[in-house]
């Protein structure tokens, strides 16, 4: 599974996006780890930092995750035939998956062998989600900026902690930043 | 019925920022309190079932409830509902993105949430970590291996991860089935 480089294409993004969403449980972080996994890290469609913005943007937007960071990833690679493609992949396995299920749920949810699958597929969850902590965590570090570094540890600690909400946690440090720009145009300001 | 249900999940879809659980008390006072569409238990099946199956929970729910209200064109209806706000929204965000990324303020801003994003995934990560590792009260040994074996494998040698978190799954049966290793 060395990376393979193809040339973005909107069937690749259709058949990512729906492997992804059709084998992702465990909330919307998981599945943009997924997708960095694959947009990033495999297909190099996007670039790191980009595919960082996005899942801060997608975060900050209403509705779900998956949904949003599917819709920016699809503007991104192919416009809007890409969004239509990426969100229509996103939605597919769930809904099919839910419609089955909704008509055998009893069955299912006490279902030992389908417990036994889904116990071992959380560790591996939890394996993808950890390879993508360390490279995304290693190369804030890289970047050698105390803010930044300090921003991420604070941020983890709020949001691990505390319970600190991602949305109130994004606002706050676009208001730091704002107010960061605003005290240098100030001191700008009294210079001149 | 089939507009009101469209209606309902609209609002779902418009006012739950930050995904996931956000969305729980919205579905709950619209389709629980308000219409009446499914009883409590069905609803705390339906968050058993979006826990245990791939999919953000508000498309889980809009598929679930509207299967209940309105049968398979009740599922298209809720679920088209509950994405379209985004789709709308989250377009111009892209498109704002794609216009005005450069700006030094907004490259300012950019740079000081990549690491706050990093520590939310980190955060959620952490919670994973702990459920596999930890079965109720005891240490869970096989989730432990499975876990550092695949980790191994995507870190160091590139693995598909679609195909470990499967092969996670399997391995899981085999251990827990064949062999007879409690779940829990």
Redesign the interface.
Known sequence: METKERKPSLVTLFFSILYISAFTFGGGFVIVTFMKKKFVDQLHWIDEEEMLDYIALAQSSPGAIAVNASILVGWKIGGLAGMLIAVLAAIIPPMAIITAISFAYQAFASNRIVAMALRGMQAGVGAVMLDVVFTLGGNVLKQKSWILIVLMIASFLAAYLYDVNASILILTVLALVLAGNLAKRIQKGRKS | MLFQLFLSFVQV????????YA?IPLIKSSIIDTHGWITLSEFT?LI??A??????????AA??VG??VAD?PG?FVA?FG??L???F???L???A??KY?SLP?IQ??????????????????????Q??VV?GKAADL???V??????CL??F?????????????????V???LFGVP?S
């Open positions: 879809g418009l006012f739950s920022v930050g995904g996931g969305a099946d058993t079932i826990e245990m199956t791939p999919g953000p929970i508000a498309v889980n598929t679930f299967i209940k398979i599922a679920t509950c994405i706000p985004s789709c929204i989250v377009s965000l892209a498109y993105y794609r990324h303020l300012d801003m950019l740079s000081g949430l990549r690491p706050v994003v990093v520590a939310l995934i980190a955060s959620a990560t952490i919670s994973i970590v459920m596999v079965n096989t989730g432990i499975l876990m550092v074996a695949a980790f995507i870190h040698r590139k693995l598909n991860p679609i195909i470990a978190m499967v092969g996670c799954g399997a391995a899981s049966l251990v827990h089935g779940l």
